[in-house]
T-cell receptor, first 116, second 112 residues
Framework: NAGVTQTPKFQVLKTGQSMTLQCAQD?????MSWYRQDPGMGLRLIHYSVGAGITDQGEVPNGYNVSRSTTEDFPLRLLSAAPSQTSVYFC???????????????FGAGSRLTVL | DQQVKQNSPSLSVQEGRISILNCDYT??????FLWYKKYPAEGPTFLIS???IKDKNEDGRFTVFLNKSAKHLSLHIVPSQPGDSAVYFCAASGDSNYQLIWGAGTKLIIKP
C-alpha cells in the first residue's frame, strides 16, 4: 500500500508562474485535503473534498484551486505563484464519516515549494 | 485567534524519563483531540486521540489526558526513547465540524 503519494517533493518557481501539486491515495478514502505548514504555525487547511466532484474552501484558499474528478486524485493548482506561497504543502486523506468520530488523517510526505 | 495552542516550541528530556507535552484550547465545542508526530522530511503520522467524553486514553507508552474544565490536554510518553525525538502536533475538531484545528507543534528532543 502506497498510502498518500505527493509529487513533486521539491519545486522552485518564479513569481507569476503556475504549477500543480499532485496528490493520489490508494485507500479509497472519501475525504481529502491540502494543508500548508509554515514555520511557527500549525497546519492550515487550504481546500478539502468529501468525495469525487465535491470540493470546498478551508482557512487559506486564496491563490489555490482544486478539483476532484476521481476518488484517488486531488491536485492543488497554484494559479500565479507569489513569494507568500513559499511553504511545505501536505496532502491528507481519511475514511471519515459523520458517525465515525475523530477525523484521523493519513498524510503524504510533503512538497516543499519555493517561490522566488 | 489561535484556538489550539502549544506554548512550548521545544522540550528536552533525558532518555528513559517521562515526556509531557501540553496543549490548550479555547473552543468548548471541540469533541475530539488528536496528537500527531512528525519527523523531518515526512508527513505527520497519527499517534493517539481522545474523545471529550473521556479524560484519559492510553496506548502503550503514550497516554493522553484531557481536562475539560481547564481546556487543557497533555500527552505523556513513558519511558522516552531516542526515536521519540520529533515534532508533536495537537489538533482538535468539533463533532459537527470535522475539520481539524492545529497547534503550532512542540519539538521533543530525547537526550541519550
Amino acid at each position: 500500500n502506497a498510502g498518500v503519494t505527493q509529487t513533486p517533493k521539491f519545486q522552485v518557481l518564479k513569481t507569476g508562474q503556475s504549477m500543480t501539486l499532485q496528490c493520489a491515495q490508494d485507500m479509497n478514502h472519501e475525504y481529502m485535503s491540502w494543508y500548508r505548514q509554515d514555520p511557527g504555525m500549525g497546519l492550515r487547511l487550504i481546500h478539502y473534498s468529501v468525495g469525487a466532484g465535491i470540493t470546498d474552501q478551508g482557512e487559506v484558499p486564496n491563490g489555490y484551486n482544486v478539483s476532484r474528478s476521481t476518488t484517488e486524485d486531488f491536485p492543488l493548482r497554484l494559479l500565479s505563484a507569489a513569494p507568500s506561497q513559499t511553504s511545505v504543502y501536505f496532502c491528507a486523506s481519511s475514511y471519515w464519516r459523520l458517525t465515525s468520530g475523530a477525523n484521523v488523517l493519513t498524510f503524504g510526505a510533503g512538497s516543499r515549494l519555493t517561490v522566488l | 485567534d489561535q484556538q489550539v495552542k502549544q506554548n512550548s516550541p521545544s522540550l528536552s528530556v533525558q532518555e528513559g524519563r517521562i515526556s509531557i507535552l501540553n496543549c490548550d484550547y479555547t473552543n468548548s465545542m471541540f469533541d475530539y483531540f488528536l496528537w500527531y508526530k512528525k519527523y523531518p522530511a515526512e508527513g505527520p503520522t497519527f499517534l493517539i486521540s481522545i474523545s471529550s467524553i473521556k479524560d484519559k486514553n492510553e496506548d502503550g507508552r503514550f497516554t493522553v489526558f484531557l481536562n475539560k474544565s481547564a481546556k487543557h490536554l497533555s500527552l505523556h510518553i513513558v519511558p522516552s526513547q531516542p526515536g521519540d525525538s520529533a515534532v508533536y502536533f495537537c489538533a482538535a475538531s468539533g463533532d459537527s465540524n470535522y475539520q481539524l484545528i492545529w497547534g503550532a507543534g512542540t519539538k521533543l528532543i530525547i537526550k541519550p
